[in-house]
């Protein structure tokens, strides 16, 4: 149902680590440029890191240094290591881009489902 479906995430203890995925649901789909997204509570959704398809990475000072986004184009995958965690990066974090279909954009601007990260104190 979801066009972008989304695993990992979970509790961890502070200074723990998580690792989150995100791929497109449909048969020959692959990632485009994607980016990941947070909403932290009782604050705005912001962007975390994004990709190009030519595998170019940048991200947000608060995640330099701790995240690392990836792409794995042959499982189709996009992915977020996030290392040495803290209370302020709980939060449900969002992928977010384009599904391609060969070299082509299938679908923009599509979003995952959501994943739930809770860092304990």
């Known amino acids: 149902q979801e066009k972008l479906v989304q695993s990992g995430g979970g509790t961890v203890q502070s200074g723990g680590s998580l690792r989150l995925s995100c791929a497109p649901s449909g048969d020959g789909l692959g990632i485009g440029g994607m980016a990941w997204y947070r909403q932290v509570p009782g604050k705005h959704r912001e962007l975390v890191a994004g990709i190009t398809n030519t595998d170019l990475a940048a991200y947000e000072n608060f995640a330099k240094g701790r995240f690392t986004i990836s792409r794995d184009n042959a499982r189709r995958t996009v992915f977020l290591q996030m290392n040495d965690l803290n209370p302020e990066d709980t939060g449900d974090y969002y992928c977010?881009?384009?599904?391609?279909?060969?070299?082509?954009?299938?679908?923009?601007?599509?979003w995952g489902q959501g994943t739930q990260v809770t860092v304990s104190s």
């Open positions: 977010h881009g384009d599904v391609m279909s060969g070299s082509a954009i299938a679908i923009a601007g599509v």
